[in-house]
Structure formats: C-alpha cells, structure tokens
T-cell receptor, first 113, second 112 residues
Framework: DAEITQSPRHKITETGRQVTLACHQT?????MFWYRQDLGHGLRLIHY???????NKGEVSDGYSVSRSNTEDLPLTLESAASSQTSVYFC????????????FGPGTRLTVL | QKEVEQNSGPLSVPEGAIASLNCTYS??????FFWYRQYSGKSPELIMSIYSNGDKEDGRFTAQLNKASQYVSLLIRDSQPSDSATYLCAVNRGTGGFKTIFGAGTRLFVKA
C-alpha cells in the first residue's frame, strides 16, 4: 500500500544544531508539503514543492530549507535550531490533480533545548 | 482577520446528538473545501471534501457549503465517543498551484 513516512518520530536537539527531518512518500505524488503544528495556531505551512527541483516558501519559512531531488522525498532542514522551532512537524503530499486532497505523515515531534 | 476561522471549542455534545462544526473563510475565489479529523497525538485524516454549494452526505457526516456567505460546516449525526477529536477546516483556491489554508481546528468532545 502507498504511504507517507517521516523520520525520526521524536527528536531532541540543542540550540544552534542543524537538524534534518525526513519525509518519504510512495504515492508518486507531485506535491509535497511541510507544516508545523502548535497549540492555538493549527497547521502552518513551512515549505512546499510541486515537483522535482521545485521548492517554495510558505508562511513560516524563516530558519527552514527544503530540497526536492526526486519525487519521493522532501527533507526539511533546520539550519540552526532555535527553541521557537520546538513543535510537531507534519509532512503531506497530494496528487495535485482534481481534488488536492492531502495525505499526512505520522508527524515528528521536535524539541529544541 | 484569519483566512480560515473556526471556533476552538471545546464543543461538548452527548452521545447520539448532532454535532455542528462551523468554519468561515475570507478568500472569495476559494473552490475546494475539506474537513480533516485529528485525534490527539495523531496526524490529520480527510473525512469530507466539498466543492459545490449545498449539502454532501457521507454516512453520519454531512458537509454544507455556502459560497455566498463564505461558510462551510460539518454535521455529525448520532455522535459517538469515538468522534471526539479536533476537526480542521481547510480551504483551497483550486488545483494547479494553490495552497491549502487550514483553520486552527475545533475540539469536539462526545460524552458517553
């Protein structure tokens, strides 16, 4: 069955360290998204991609970067982790054909100390 | 004004009652509307999508869309304790390169 996975599921890191969160989907979807979810804010879009070599900034992109070298993966990198980036991160994908329904990964809980 | 607004709740209903969840959006050109359910500690999952004015029914769930009033709602009939979750409203301008905007969600609690 097609799926979308994230790793690690939990991560504790220190301020200033570089952190990469992995996202892998086997839906063969063109569109991939990274969100963060914080209490009271719902899901906020960090970065998104509509295909290989395409990346775009979302509403809260400062301090984050992504790259899309293949269809299946969209890793999210925190260049220099800050305590304000403590959050739950969700990756999602969609086919982008007709309905734009998004399928979410299980999430990564990141704590920056 | 937030692009997609929901009452944060919690909305508490007794088992067997109808739960009514509401959402308003600001972008008049929005074309696609979604309701996602998110259990505590889990990821969002799609339960309903609606694209045209009126009602759309799927089992115990009914989505209602009124584009003139920029309003979308979700009704859950015969509410069960297993329906207790946060419900996220999401809105998209359409396909082909537009982002989906999520509301902050409404927490629903169904009392047994």
């Amino acid at each position: 069955d097609a799926e979308i996975t994230q790793s690690p599921r939990h991560k504790i890191t220190e301020t200033g360290r570089q952190v990469t969160l992995a996202c892998h989907q086997t839906w063969n979807h063109n569109n991939m998204f990274w969100y963060r979810q914080d209490l009271g804010h719902g899901l906020r879009l960090i970065h998104y991609s509509y295909g290989v070599q395409d990346t775009n900034k979302g509403e809260v992109s400062d301090g984050y970067s992504v790259s899309r070298s293949n269809t299946e993966d969209l890793p999210l990198t925190l260049e220099s982790a800050a305590s304000s980036q403590t959050s739950v991160y969700f990756c999602a994908s969609s086919s982008g054909q007709g309905t734009d329904t998004q399928y979410f990964g299980p999430g990564t809980r990141l704590t920056v100390l | 004004q937030k692009e997609v607004e929901q009452n944060s709740g919690p909305l508490s209903v007794p088992e067997g009652a109808i739960a009514s969840l509401n959402c308003t959006y600001s972008d008049r050109v929005s074309q696609s509307f979604f309701w996602y359910r998110q259990y505590s500690g889990k990821s969002p999952e799609l339960i309903m999508s609606i694209y045209s004015n009126g009602d759309k029914e799927d089992g115990r769930f009914t989505a209602q869309l009124n584009k003139a009033s920029q309003y979308v709602s979700l009704l859950i009939r015969d509410s069960q304790p297993s329906d207790s979750a946060t419900y996220l409203c999401a809105v998209n301008r359409g396909t082909g390169g537009f982002k989906t905007i999520f509301g902050a969600g409404t927490r629903l609690f169904v009392k047994a």
